[in-house]
Every structure is written in structure tokens, then in C-alpha cells.
């Protein structure tokens, strides 16, 4: 089948639908509140499934040729002793999202997206075929559709890159918080760190500050140190986590959730946006192979929201128990044992 999108957001939901659809010959217009794609932003975990999504849309040597690989992770205590190895035999790649979102837009006919756009009602957006809400963890759509707000984790994450290349991907769990050391490119390193809100709010007045992440992580095995010697005026990146409760349906009518919209989740698995790349093929998959649109929304339906649940569930407990404040020896011997059987 063939027909008119109308995608909300330009982000990697939203463009790799636009692409995926103009590839099959469908017209679409993608709506992006932004000026245009950012040019800064950190490394984003790639998981073959993700790989496999790029690959259909034609952009997997690309990405890969912009990307790192990443083979397994190792979980450490603060003194740098190791927990766990995690996945040693399952490779990925780490790619800089503003690289991967270049990737998406790259050849799009110019003016497929229309920047400086925020859609301020999608009902308005009706002449399309398919509405696609594509528009974040935030996603107006969705709370017009179903009034479903995203709820807090508890956790704040702290995010940037420093100079100089990293060896390895490691996370480090200590209570209340982990910091995580993963390459961002040949040359950068990216960090991330995640701490109990009321731990980082007790631990400095500026919470994002070079000096707060000091305090908080200063003592921590040498790694951690390096980074946080080389923080310098990069900028730090400061979310508070949410997740997305669970759904009724992705779909209302014509319009359809993908991404963060659907199933915005905790980072601590690194796969919304993975899921966000097999969300838009599933998608384009259902659309182009069927006969009429209810028809393929509903089998979008059907692949896309219970697994994406169920991972929403996985990174929510992933987020608290890397982040436990408590029985952390206990914590730990569980995280060792998960880790040989895996
Ligand atoms: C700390 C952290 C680390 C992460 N690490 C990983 C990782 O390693 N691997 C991984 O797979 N995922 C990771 N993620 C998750 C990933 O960032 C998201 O899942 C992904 O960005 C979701 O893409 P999206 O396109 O659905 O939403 P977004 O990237 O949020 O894009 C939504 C777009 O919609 C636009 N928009 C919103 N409202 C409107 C409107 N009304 N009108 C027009 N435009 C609008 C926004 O401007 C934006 O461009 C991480 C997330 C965080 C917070």
C-alpha cells in the first residue's frame, strides 16, 4: 500500500519512519519544533537488532562506518575491583547521536522535514493517511490520545564526552549512584552518571557542576578519576529520568506512537533508541506490506507493544538496582551470578 505520513519530530523515531516510507514510494511530511538537527551529543549503544533496522533502511555502513564497536562490558566496584563481565560475546556499536541522526536525514529531499515547526495539534493534522507521533518521551500527542504522563525514576542522569580515547566499556555501581566510561569516538570518551535525585541534590548546590561529580565520585578507582580530570568547561548534559507507564494501545484512529512517545524508558539497558529504529521498521513493514491502514496499525500494535513493555519494565528495575542504596554485597554477588550464566 502506498499513501501520506505526517511524522511529529524529527528525532531518530521520526526520521527513520520518514525514511523508511519515502524509500516505499509513500509522500511524507516530517513536523520538527528544532531549528535542525543538533550538533553536539553523546554515544548511543547499537544493539544488532538496531544494526539489522538500519541495515533495512539502508543506512547500517553508514552508521557503522561513524561508530565504535563495542564487544561486552565490564561492571566494577568504585575501587575498581570487577563485579561482572556483561554480554562478552554479544557485539554492538556506540555511535554518536548527532552522527546517527545525520545518518537518518542524509538524502531526505529538502523539504521532506520542515524545521521550526511544533505541532500544536495533531488533530489538525487529520488530511494525512497516518499520523505518526514521533515526538518524545514528553510526546503532546500521546497525552492528548490516552492522558498518559511520563512518571519520575528517582534518578538523575549526567551525561557528556571528554578528550582522549576510552579502552573498554565499564559501569561502576556504588550506593545511590553508577558512572559509566564507554568510547564515544576514536578521539572522545564518553561518561554518563546516575544518582538517587536526593543524593545529587544533597551533594551540591549546582548539581551539574564539575565539582558536584567531584564530591560525589572523587574517590572512585582511577578511570572514573581521569574523566573527571578532563571534564574541563564541556558541557554536562543533566536529564531526570522518566519512563512511560504501560500503554493500552500505540494506536488511536490514524494516529500512531513510536519511539519515546510509546514506551520512553529508563537508559540504563541503552535501547530506547534501538527500539525507536525497529519500532519505524516494524512500522513501514506493516504499512507498505498491507492492504489499508487500520488493518496495519493494528499489526504495528500487535509486534511493538508488548515487548517494548516489557523492556520498559527490565530498564526500570535495572535503573534502581545499579542505583541501590542498600545490600549492595548481596546486590552484587546476585549481578556476578546473572553475569556467568549469561
Ligand atoms: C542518559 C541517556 C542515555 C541513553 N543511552 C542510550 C543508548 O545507549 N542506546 C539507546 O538505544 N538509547 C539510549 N537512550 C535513549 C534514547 O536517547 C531515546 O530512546 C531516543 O532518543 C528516542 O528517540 P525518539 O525519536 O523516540 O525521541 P526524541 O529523540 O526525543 O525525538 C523527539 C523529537 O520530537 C520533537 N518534538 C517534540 N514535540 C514536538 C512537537 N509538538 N512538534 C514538533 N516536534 C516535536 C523533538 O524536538 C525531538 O526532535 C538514552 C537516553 C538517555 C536519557
Known sequence: MRGSAVVVGAGIAGLATARGLLKAGWSVQVLERSPGLPGTGTALGMWPEAMRALDQLGMGERVRAASVEQ???????PDGTEIARVGPGRSGRLVP????????????????????APVTDHGALAAADVVVAADGVHSPVRAALFGVAPRPLGTVALRGTVPGPADGVTETWGPARL??????????????????????????AGCDDPETLRRLYGDWH??????????????IDRRTLID???????????????????HGMAPNLGRGACEAL???????????????????????????????????????????????????????AVVAAAGRLS
Not at 547521536?97 to 521550526?116: H, M
Not at 582511577?222 to 558541557?235: F, H, I, K, T
Open 244 to 262: 512511560v507507564p504501560p500503554l493500552p494501545s500505540y494506536v488511536q484512529g490514524r494516529t500512531v506512537l513510536l519511539g519515546d512517545a510509546a
Open 71 to 77: 564487544r561486552g562490558a565490564r561492571l566494577l566496584r
Open 222 to 235: 582511577p578511570d572514573v578519576r581521569r574523566v573527571l580530570d578532563a571534564l574541563g568547561d564541556n558541557p
Open 179 to 204: 558512572f559509566g566510561i564507554t568510547p564515544h569516538d576514536a578521539e572522545r570518551t564518553n561518561w554518563f552518571a546516575s544518582v538517587r535525585a536526593d543524593v545529587l541534590d544533597s551533594a551540591g
Open 278 to 332: 525497529i519500532d519505524a521498521t516494524a512500522l513501514v513493514d506493516a504499512l507498505t506490506g498491507g492492504s489499508d491502514v487500520p488493518g496495519a496499525l493494528r499489526r504495528y500494535d500487535v509486534a511493538r507493544r508488548r515487548p517494548t513493555t516489557r523492556t520498559v519494565r527490565l530498564a526500570r528495575l535495572a535503573n534502581s538496582v545499579s542505583t541501590a542504596r542498600h545490600w549492595l554485597p548481596v546486590r552484587n
Open 97 to 116: 547521536r548527532p552522527a546517527l541522526l545525520a545518518a537518518l536525514a542524509e538524502g531526505l529531499p529538502p523539504d521532506v522535514v520542515a524545521w521550526n
